[in-house]
């Protein structure tokens, strides 16, 4: 290949192929020898996409078949132009297919003797386009054009379900602090008017806003007066999960104190248990409780202080605890006081909730396949190995991929699928999203890419780790030396400061959202002058406490209840078990080296997977080619929207990181481009595009595949006469043949 020559092969053929009538061999269109054909690489989706930026006239039949083709179908015609040249295969000379390119109608003008019309080659990418910001819903039967695309079968799995704490306190008001209460007479009614001394446990799940009714203390002359919602905020502690839903399946309280409080006369204090009476409709004095009785003196004035940490209660279902102040006036004695110095109650509850066996949930695969066959009208849009699995068949029963993916077993649940809402009932609705948030959540959480590929004819999104669409093997090497060299620093590669989580996580109505790690975290970088910042979020959530919140309210319990976390969507990490169900959450053995530590329940956390320290060592190789020249520094973490602390040994990791860590650029992946692009010229003959628009032969996904040349690496001889390697960004091969390359990571030190 000593010899290029810079115009194509002279034995060129066009065909017309349109779905109204049998496929036309017409003469050359006039601009083909300039059609300006262009290869070039997605700067959000990284996949390589042909481009053709010019318009071609045709005469006679040619332009007759087109406008017929338009008059028959419109703008919607799928009017395919392919391209073909002779080839010699050994045996003997063959039309092989060059390109092919879909007619764009919006650019159809029709003059006396010409029609000229633009194309493009991706035609997949210009719907998608289109449509990727429409939120459909994925049950839908129907594609866009009203065609019918049958029924969504989802899978069902089990949710054991993520341990939940949840804090509240109770503090004496600033004013009344060292407040005296006097009383004198036969008994009071201290309760009227006291649920004003303290702020209730304003945190804790319903504690301050149920009403029940009211209730006596019979065995002493106090009434407690007022309605059920007065009362309960009284009760440091009120188990009212368990009284609307017996599926609570056990509960840790732990109370810490504080209290001093001087009592004089017949005047007592006491923990009182009260349980909720469901057939009369009110609270109940049920006993004391274990914490004690402590009663003042007739005539000295007795100090009684408590001050312990992590107390165990043994409360039982849909049981409070009071603290109550007694007095029952003497004749003959004095006046009874209590003075108050100190009062500080905080309650920390962990519940569980029993397991929901069968929940609905799609693949997250089989979502991004059902969103593009609605967008489409085609099954058979999507592919993807990262996130395909071996239960997948095709239309015939066929396995598709020979194994599990890397993400071949994350599942996305939405919140009334949490809920196990029943569908045709009232305020079901499918689980709802675009393309375009389905596509950028599976980018910001795994890394991947997206490229288009044609197979028999059908374009099809090809989804992959985004490692796939920057192999480390050479496919292509030019033969001459490159000439008009100029390098540019890629300033898109330099990032000051980056985040990475969840667009919505942390902010919860009744628990403890301080404990959820899968919320978003700020680090900074060594880089100081640039203002870009390396952002990765998801609309998808993975926060446990969330989804535990929309689990712990089902239809069938709350069905006229809406809640926030109706419209979530979730990614589940899953595997397969053994029984009926097939799948269930992994949980820490499954991922990790040991317990996770700095988190509530370890043993029933389950999103280690989906942390935005995880999401960061999966983006590592891309940013760290900005850093390259900084591997004795780190990243540094900053801030986080919630709990930092959590602490993961990850099964192949050398040792375990904590989401506030600092991280070291040595311990991550090391890049494979570097920021520089190389622009430059070098002719492109047909064999040299036979080369680049082939594909090689290598081990991926569990199977010899052909992977298409333009994703490895190009080798040529740099204007210093050194051979170089880069990753090819764009690529016009007429005429000079003009070429821009990332220069990739060739360096030893890593």
Request: negative net charge; aromatic residues 12%.
């Amino acid at each position: 290949m000593a010899d290029v020559n810079n115009s194509y092969n002279n034995y060129v053929r066009f065909v017309l192929k349109s779905t109204f009538k049998d496929s036309l061999i017409i003469k050359e269109p006039i601009g083909w020898k300039d059609d300006d054909l262009e290869l070039d690489r997605h700067k959000d989706y990284h996949g390589i996409f042909t481009n053709f930026t010019n318009n071609l006239e045709f005469t006679n039949e040619a332009k007759q078949y087109i406008n017929d083709a338009y008059e028959i179908y419109g703008i919607n015609e799928d009017l395919l132009l392919i391209k073909q040249i002779t080839k010699d295969d050994g045996t003997d000379v063959v039309w092989q297919t060059r390109y092919t390119a879909y007619a764009d109608f919006n650019t159809l003008v029709n003059e006396e003797t010409t029609l000229s019309i633009k194309f493009n080659s991706n035609n997949l990418a210009e719907l998608i386009k289109s449509h990727e910001s429409d939120d459909f819903e994925i049950e839908t039967e129907e594609d866009i054009d009203g065609n019918g695309i049958g029924t969504i079968e989802t899978n069902s799995v089990e949710i054991k379900g993520r341990d939940i704490s949840q804090v509240g306190e109770s503090i004496l008001k600033k004013d009344l602090a060292d407040f005296t209460f006097n009383y004198s007479g036969l008994g009071f009614n201290f309760f009227n008017g006291f649920n004003n001394l303290f702020v209730g446990l304003e945190f804790t799940v319903l504690t301050d806003i149920v009403s029940r009714g009211s209730d006596r203390h019979s065995s002493v002359d106090v009434w407690i007066v007022g309605d059920e919602n007065e009362k309960a905020s009284n009760m440091f502690y009120v188990d009212q999960t368990g009284t609307y839903d017996a599926n609570l399946e056990g509960l840790d309280v732990e109370l810490q104190f504080d209290l001093d409080f001087d009592l004089k006369g017949n005047v007592s204090i006491s923990f009182e248990r009260f349980k909720w009476n469901d057939t009369l409709g009110k609270w109940e004095a049920n006993g004391s409780h274990p914490l004690g009785d402590y009663e003042g003196d007739y005539v000295n004035s007795t100090n009684f202080t408590l001050n312990e940490t992590n107390t165990f209660l043994d409360v039982g279902f849909d049981e409070g605890l009071m603290l109550v102040f007694k007095s029952n006036y003497v004749y003959g004695f004095p006046t009874s006081t209590i003075k108050i110095n100190k009062h500080t109650l905080k309650v920390n509850e962990k519940t569980r909730y029993e397991s929901s066996p069968n929940l609905d949930f799609l693949f997250n695969h089989d979502l991004s396949n059902r969103l593009l066959y609605i967008i489409s009208g085609n099954a058979n849009s999507y592919y993807s190995k990262y996130f395909g699995n071996t239960n997948m068949l095709d239309s015939n029963g066929n396995q598709i991929y020979v194994q599990d993916g890397e993400g071949g077993l994350i599942g996305v649940m939405s919140g009334l699928w949490a809920r196990a809402f029943v569908r045709d009932t009232d305020k079901y609705k499918s689980l709802t999203i675009s393309l375009k948030d389905n596509l950028n959540s599976n980018h910001s959480v795994f890394n991947t890419g997206i490229g288009i590929e044609t197979v028999n004819f059908k374009e099809r999104v090809r989804e992959e780790d985004l490692r796939y669409f920057y192999q480390n093997e050479v496919a292509v090497r030019l033969p001459l030396q490159i000439t008009k060299v100029k390098r540019t620093v890629d300033k898109s590669l330099f990032f000051s400061g980056m985040s990475f989580g969840y667009d919505k996580a942390g902010d919860y109505e009744d628990s403890m959202g301080l404990d959820e790690p899968n919320t978003r975290t700020d680090y900074v970088t060594p880089i100081r002058k640039t203002i870009n910042k390396f952002i990765k979020t998801s609309k998808i959530r993975t926060d446990e406490y969330g989804l535990e919140l929309a689990r712990r309210k089902p239809q069938q319990l709350f069905g006229d209840e809406d809640t926030r976390y109706d419209d979530g969507n979730w990614y589940l990490d899953l595997k397969r078990v053994d029984g009926a169900l097939g799948f269930e959450q992994n949980d820490y053995t499954d991922r990790l080296q040991e317990l996770p530590t700095g988190i509530n329940s370890p043993t029933t956390y389950r999103s280690m997977y989906f942390t935005p320290l995880r999401m960061l060592f999966r983006h590592a190789w891309v940013f760290r080619g900005g850093m390259e020249k900084y591997l004795s520094k780190v990243i540094k973490y900053i801030s986080a929207v919630s709990n930092s602390q959590l602490t993961t040994w990850t099964i192949g990791d050398t040792k375990p990181y904590a989401e506030n860590d600092d991280i070291s650029l040595r311990d991550l992946d090391r890049s494979r481009f570097l920021p520089e692009i190389v622009e430059f010229e070098h002719p492109v003959d047909d064999d040299l595009m036979d080369l680049i628009n082939g594909k090689t032969s290598i081990e991926y996904g569990g199977e010899v595949e052909d992977i298409p040349n333009v994703y490895f690496k190009f080798e040529y001889t740099n204007e210093n006469g050194i051979l170089e390697r880069g990753y090819l960004l764009n690529l016009k091969p007429n005429k000079e043949g003009k070429w821009k390359m990332q220069l990739s990571n060739e360096n030893i030190i890593t």
